[in-house]
Each structure stands twice: as C-alpha cells, then as structure tokens.
C-alpha cells in the first residue's frame, strides 16, 4: 500500500513540492469514498476541507435563482475540489456532487492553515498553487455564465 504523501506528490497541484512539504501536507489528510449522487459539500455551508480526486468525477454546482443548481464544472482524477478552506469566511463557494464513485483524499483545512502559519515556505508554495486553481475556476464559470445567457463575444478591433 503506498504511503499518502507518495499518492499526493502525483497531483499537479502537489508536483514539486519538496518531500518534507508533502508529508506536511499528508499528515492533515485521510482516505474518503463517496457514491455516486452523493453531496460532498453545500453551497454557503462552512468550508473547512478539500478533496484531491483520485478516481470518478465530482460536479461542480452553484444555484441560479429561477434556475436551480447549474453544474460549472466536472473535475476528475488529479484534480482539486475547494478552495474556500484558504479564504475566511471558509464557506463554500460551490456545492459538490460526486457524479459516479470516487475515491480522493480529504484534507483539514484548518490543520493545513496551522502547518502553513508554521511554515511561511509551505503557505507561500500552497497559496501559488490554490491561486492558479481560483483562477481557473473562475475562468470556468465565467464561460458558463456566457454559455448560460448566450451571451455573444464581439471583437471590436474588426469593423462591423
């Protein structure tokens, strides 16, 4: 059986970081399973953990009135699902689903915000690492959004 550290360090998220950080990281970190159609976390609930996905898929939702729950995005093995655990008021921004079976590992988020307060190093390399993944979640919705409301991209450096 391989040791948790060794299964993280395969996550891009995770590549590169030293082997002491990766055991930093492990130690706030469990095995978890959830079947499919099961809710892993709600939208405006408290955030104080994250899953990095080892296998199926988890759905990404957030409600739009008159709507419902619209799916974002669906992310898959490697992957990280959460990033509100880093930012207070940790709540989540997102409900989660698991789409089909997974199996990922779960991480305390208020243990990893201690090693981190510990280690300026390991706080600096996680909140890079977490920044990209808010930036690309966003960039998720925001073409959601535009999928949404059919909204047209104009280029206004050609003439009409």
């Known amino acids: 059986m391989r040791r948790l550290d060794a299964l993280i360090a395969e996550s891009p998220v995770f590549a590169g970081l030293r082997a002491d950080?990766?055991?930093?990281?492990?130690?706030?970190?469990?095995?978890?399973t959830f079947a499919a159609g099961e809710q892993l976390f709600r939208e405006g609930d408290a955030a104080d953990t994250f899953f990095l996905v080892r296998h199926g898929l988890v759905g990404l939702d957030t409600y739009v009135p008159a709507r419902?729950?619209?799916r974002t995005e669906t992310l898959g093995p490697g992957e990280i699902v959460g990033w509100s655990w880093l930012v207070a008021?940790?709540?989540?921004?997102?409900?989660?689903?698991?789409?089909?079976?997974?199996?990922?590992?779960?991480?305390?988020?208020g243990c990893l915000r201690?090693?981190?307060?510990?280690?300026?190093?390991?706080g600096y390399q996680l909140?890079?690492?977490f920044a990209q993944l808010l930036v690309d979640r966003l960039q998720a919705v925001r073409l959601q959004m535009l999928d949404l409301y059919d909204v047209e991209t104009h280029d206004d450096s050609k003439p009409s």
Request: proline share 2%; with cysteine.
């Open 68 to 70: 419902g729950d619209v």
């Open 21 to 32: 950080q990766l055991e930093l990281i492990a130690g706030c970190g469990r095995n978890v």
């Open 89 to 109: 008021p940790y709540r989540w921004h997102f409900s989660g689903r698991a789409v089909e079976s997974i199996r990922a590992t779960e991480f305390d988020g």
């Open 127 to 129: 909140l890079q690492r």
């Open 114 to 122: 201690d090693k981190c307060r510990e280690s300026s190093e390991l």
